[in-house]
């Protein structure tokens, strides 16, 4: 028996919220419809744990989408971002924080000389873009299927029909213009990551080394070795975007796990440690091109805030070798546990995962790309969320986001949210059998 849970205050603000925010919401994922329900209002976080404004408690496996690595509330970061409000929140001037933590970020990646800050991912891809297309007197970037680098107009693109290589606008209101300087190519899909390298001149191959917004789809062996060798051969930047796999998935992010070296990396999440901010880094010859120092323009009012900064600062002081092996240590669990449970449910799933990050796709074989993360029967995966929530576990309320386990996930909660999903497998009725053909849910971006 699932103890019963009141959801009344979610629902009562859900009906207040609705009228005044899109949705309901300030970001679409949090509205939950991809799975099949209302969105949670939250109250509080601390540690693993997430606590709704009806007093149900859950343990979090989104953990605001990748920045608590050390879970809700940690002493330490608190602590960093109350002393920096004491001294005043926003100065519109420089401060010592960004000048620690671009050194800090440069000692931990080797591809980072030089940081420009900015308040959000999206924001340190347009400068990537931006500064790309400068340095190469080029305009067309090249993306992957599937992957996110925030809602830049250009890159919310689309595959057109038949041979047409030109993107097509993936959202009203993108201008056809904009996604027509983008080329479009299938993740893991070597040839024809070199049939568009041979036939256009690029500014930048742009790519999430370890794609994480069509669920986790890790790249196969030697990919992003291609990804270097034809952005060199093409005379294109390679633009790493490591938004959620930077300073999780290891010290210096996947550029260190792969053994691959970007020109430019974008940055967020884990680096503001839950406070807004977000970067672009790379070789000093680039980076010196932004204004002032260079003729590429790009500001932001609130770009280095020193409580974000103050907050990131303090969350990688927390980030050591031995913090690395513990991340990897659980999420190994977690993932194992997950196939254990699935199995014994007679599930056909399939759980990717690398230090930090994990995606259960209900899918029998490995997800390779976006084509197969959409052929997964998101249909169950709503299910199952709806089941482990009533359980008081958090997943991402959609397939196609990766699970953030942090620091702060104890091996009793773990081993909890282990067996709660065993609950929910077996809990998934006939209709939720296994599907021939899923994926019927719109693939609704976070
Ligand atoms: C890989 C990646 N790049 C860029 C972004 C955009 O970042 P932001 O939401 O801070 O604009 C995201 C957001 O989830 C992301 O996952």
Same mark, same amino acid.
Do not use: L
């Given at each position: 028996m699932v103890p019963a849970r009141s959801d009344t205050r979610s629902a009562e603000l859900y009906r207040r919220a609705l009228p005044v925010l899109p949705g309901g919401v300030n970001s679409p994922v949090r509205a939950m419809r991809a799975i099949g329900r209302e969105p949670v209002f939250v109250a509080r976080g601390r540690g693993a744990e997430l606590i709704d404004v009806d007093g149900n408690r859950y343990l979090d496996y989104v953990c605001s989408w990748g920045p608590l690595i050390h879970g809700h509330a940690h002493p330490l970061v608190l602590e960093a971002i109350a002393r920096a409000a004491s001294h005043g929140t926003s100065f519109g001037a420089p401060t010592a924080g960004e000048v620690e933590l671009a050194k800090e970020v440069a000692r931990r990646m080797d591809a980072v000389q030089m940081l420009r800050m900015t308040s959000s991912g999206t924001e340190a891809t347009m400068t990537a873009l931006r500064l790309a297309r400068a340095a190469t007197g080029r305009e067309l970037v090249l993306k992957f299927e599937?992957?996110?680098?925030?809602?830049v107009d250009g890159l919310l693109a689309q595959a057109g029909s038949g041979l047409a290589t030109q993107a097509l606008p993936?959202? $009203?209101? !993108? $201008?056809a213009s904009t996604t027509a300087l983008t080329v479009l190519v299938p993740w893991n899909d070597e040839q024809a990551l070199r049939a568009a390298c041979a036939e256009h001149e690029l500014a930048a191959i742009l790519a999430e080394p370890l794609p994480a917004n069509m669920g986790l789809v890790a790249p196969a062996p030697g990919f992003l070795e291609l990804l270097r060798e034809q952005a060199d051969a093409n005379g294109a930047l390679l633009v790493l975007d490591? !938004?959620?796999?930077g300073f999780r998935v290891a010290r210096g992010g996947a550029q260190e796990r792969g053994g691959v070296s970007a020109d430019l990396t974008i940055l967020g999440k884990i680096l503001g440690g839950g406070l807004p901010a977000a970067a672009l880094g790379g070789r000093r010859e680039l980076l010196e091109r932004l204004a002032p120092a260079g003729e590429v323009y790009q500001a932001g009012t609130l770009s280095g805030n020193p409580l974000a900064v103050a907050a990131g600062l303090a969350t990688l002081s927390l980030l050591d070798e031995d913090a690395y092996g513990r991340l990897a240590a659980s999420t190994e669990r977690l993932a194992r546990g997950l196939r254990e449970a699935a199995r014994a449910g007679g599930r056909p799933v399939s759980v990717a995962s690398v230090p930090g990050l994990l995606t259960v796709f209900f899918a029998a074989r490995p997800v390779r790309d976006f084509a197969g993360a959409r052929a997964c029967d998101t249909d169950a995966y709503g299910a199952w969320c709806r089941e482990l929530l009533a359980r008081g576990v958090y997943p $991402?309320?959609?397939?196609?986001e990766a699970w953030f386990p942090s620091l702060a996930h104890t091996e009793e909660q773990i081993e909890r949210t282990l067996a709660v999903a065993a609950e929910a497998f077996a809990a998934l009725d006939d209709t939720h059998a296994p599907a021939a053909s899923g994926g019927r849910r719109r693939h609704e971006r976070a």
């Open positions: 599937g992957a996110y680098h925030g809602h993936a959202s $009203p209101g !993108v $201008p490591e !938004v959620i796999s $991402p309320a959609s397939q196609f």
